[in-house]
């Protein structure tokens, strides 16, 4: 298995659904999955795209700085870490922001088990 390859895929799909259909990201989750959202933690699957689907914004893009990823574990996990900067729709300034995702292999693909969101304040 290649982590970059898988990550750098992961991360187009994740920000690809995300700026377009926050609820296609369910698939990605599971009850076992926990997400801090700027130090609020939400866990499982549904609960998770709830509070991704019901955040203050309609439209977003995510443009992606860097990814590094590393190997996790004996059960084949990946950390990702991402940066980048989110333009919010109507909004002339983008954001900057960092994600960790740890994905966990299930069933011949990923699942995101633990996910870390923050934005980054000059």
Same mark, same amino acid.
């Given at each position: 298995m290649d982590s970059d390859l898988v990550a750098k895929q992961f991360v187009e799909y994740y *920000?690809? $659904?995300? &700026? $377009? @259909?926050? %609820?296609?990201? %369910?698939s990605l989750y599971q009850e076992s999955s926990m997400l801090t959202f700027e130090g609020t933690k939400t866990q499982g699957a549904a609960a998770i795209v709830a509070k991704l689907a019901g955040l203050p914004f309609q439209q977003c893009h995510h %443009?992606?700085? $860097?990814? &590094?990823?590393q190997p996790?574990?004996?059960?084949?996990?990946i950390l990702v870490f991402v940066s980048g900067q989110l333009q919010l729709a109507g909004e002339?300034?983008?954001?900057k922001f960092s994600q960790m995702f740890h994905l966990m292999p299930h069933q011949g693909s990923f699942f995101v088990l633990n996910d870390i969101f923050r934005l @980054? *304040? %000059?």
């Open positions: *920000y690809s $659904t995300f &700026d $377009t @259909n926050r %609820a296609g990201l %369910a %443009a992606v700085s $860097t990814i &590094d990823c996790s574990g004996p059960a084949g996990g002339q300034h983008a954001l @980054n *304040y %000059a």
